[in-house]
């Protein structure tokens, strides 16, 4: 510790030691400053006395000399002022000597000096100087204005034009406000010849790129509204490889436009161009595939005319033409927006998806469009327009077309939208979300429940009208006779063979497109006490019974009303199903129905009861041959019978014999009236 000690007093010795020197040497300084310090005051006391006595001088001068040197100042402006007045005087002289020799630059220069007093007294004194100057400047104007506009002039005399009317305080660009100027009428590249003037335009005028630009816009909205009348034309259609040609073109000119015209906007204004073209294509293309579709939907020449060798066209041929304008246009049109997709990639970047979206949007609204055509046909077939309206459709809405459009909405279920939404998928893939709701462009399974419901509706719909068709025949054979003065049968009416015709042409349509079906024949199982084949045979077996039997008869009618609350009924409406025997079964199970409640309507006597029982023994058969269940005509014609039997006075019905004499004696008068037929018309 002692040791520490001593070393640190030995460095505070040297410490002290060794800025000694350095505190002596401060002190020397600031002894010294402060003795020079004393001295600087004592002179600047003298200076201060000194520059007092010049300040005493100079205003003695000044004072004396105030009263010249302002005489002095007000002489220099009169004679500057008189130099001007001598100037203005001489300036239409000058003036003249300048344009007579050419010297613009001089001319101009003499007027803009000479501009203020001409300004201040040009409507006193200088007034007439100013008239003379001011017409000799017009002239100069003109001689200007000409120069600018004169093509075979260079261009910097006629740029140093445009400066020299700024100079005057005149709108040089006045010589050139229109579009018309930046071209030619050569119209063979009217683009190059459009970036040539305005080149030129700007050496002339190179403060006028707002002007240019202004008049500049003018010539875009016209070359625009061309590109849009050429890429979207009213009448007739462009494929997609002359649009490709045409946006190829439409992108270089925009291109040599852009690079001198920044500030217009001008790829902006092709992108839209392109965008708006491409979407009124994609919607006419699928307008044009719906209106050919519509086309195709029209039946003519079923029946053969007389004078023509050619054989008529049949259901499954004009079905077989509906379904391949479906599937070959919707191909064409996918391959010639495929096209346009692939050959012009580039101006799809920005709107790629749209572009997807507007491709499965057309699908979606022409599988919509189709439904809703469907409806209205399908509702055109249900109300009979006047002949003179001219509607949506001016076709007929046959019963046939009800049955076409019902196997083409199963068609385009079943086939052509699943073939359709594998080429969209894998050609047009992606796509964002149209709507507030996110809902996808093309929804296949919606359309197809959509053609589905479609489809059953218009089946049901042929059997309806059809079924109509039918019962428009028995209402009238019904309705006609008065049944209580009616004789005893001989024949059988016309009306059978009608009914039975009506119901050969359903079968020679449901031919042509539907197949046949499962046949259950005697599905319906008569249960104790129904009105069967049996009870029926037995009432009819009673036929040569007299008169005196109408208890017994009374005593079945009493067993057969207490026994129908336990029968089987019979099923008219049923789930609908794409077969032969269906639509049959159910249109002559629908038409005896109305058979059956038409004659409830009725009152007869003995030979309009016995008329109804031949009746529907002749049309027992025939029919029972057509539906996919005999059991059930058998039903209901024996409902007929016995409806009849109800409403009959005198109910003796005939015997079995007597119905299968008159009805084999009809049929052998139909043969030979089909035999003589032919005869006749080969003769």
Known sequence: MAAEIKTLDSDIQFLVYENYNKFISATDTIRRMKENVSGMELEMDQLLKMVTIVRGESDGVNASLCKRRERIEELNRTRSLLRQIQFAFSLPHRLRKCINTENYVGAAKYYYGSLPILKAYG???????????????????????????????????????????????HPALETSTSRKELHTEDEKDFIQEFLDESVKFREIFPNGEDH?????????????????????????????????????????????????????????????????????????????????????????????????????????????????TIIDGSLEVLQDLKELLVKSKSYFARWADEYTDLVQGGFQELFTNLIDHFGFL??????????????????????????????????????????????????????????????????????????????????????????????????????????????????????????LQEVGRIQADVQQLLPLGPTRAYRHKITFGSVGPSQSASVRQDGHRSASNLPKVRSQLLERDVARPLTEKVEIFTKVEYNQLWVISTVVKMTLKTFEECVRLQTFNRGGYQQIQLECHYLREPLQNLVDDATVVEVMLDEVCSAALERCRDPVPLDTVALDRLVQAKKAKTESAEEEAPAQIGA
């Open 378 to 499: 399908c509702a055109q077939s249900v109300e009979t327009p006047p002949q003179s309206d001219e509607s949506q459709s001016a076709q007929t809405v046959t019963p046939s077309l009800i049955l076409l459009l019902s196997l083409l909405s199963i068609y385009l279920y079943q086939t052509a939208v699943p073939q359709i939404t594998e080429l969209v998928g894998t050609w047009f893939p992606g796509g964002g979300a149209m709507g507030s709701e996110g809902r996808p462009a093309f929804v296949p399974s919606e359309i197809c429940r959509f053609l589905n419901t479609t489809g059953e509706k218009l089946l049901q719909q042929y059997v309806d009208v059809q079924a109509r068709n039918c019962s428009v025949v028995v209402r009238k054979a019904v309705n006609t006779p008065n049944w209580l003065e009616y004789k005893e049968p001989s024949n059988i009416r016309s009306f059978s063979d009608l009914l």
């Open 212 to 324: 240019l630009l202004h008049i500049s816009t003018e010539f875009f909205d016209d070359y625009f509204k061309t590109v849009n009348l050429s890429l979207q034309p009213d009448s007739g259609e462009m494929l997609a490889a002359e649009l490709n040609i045409s946006f190829r073109q439409l992108l270089l000119d925009v291109s040599r436009m852009n690079e001198l015209f920044p500030r217009a906007n001008l790829l902006d204004r092709a992108s839209e161009a392109v965008e708006n073209a491409v979407r009124k294509h994609v919607t006419k293309q699928f307008n044009c595939l719906n209106i050919r579709i519509k086309a195709s939907l029209r039946i003519t020449d079923l029946s053969r005319k007389p004078d023509s060798q050619q054989p008529p066209k049949t259901l499954k041929a004009f079905l077989e033409i509906a379904q391949k």
């Open 123 to 169: 409507q006193s004194s200088f007034r007439k100087c100013k008239e003379e100057s001011d017409a000799i400047i017009s002239t100069l104007i003109k001689r200007l204005q000409a120069k600018i506009k004169d093509r075979s002039v260079l261009l910097p005399a006629r740029a140093q034009a445009v400066s020299l009317l700024q100079q005057l305080k």
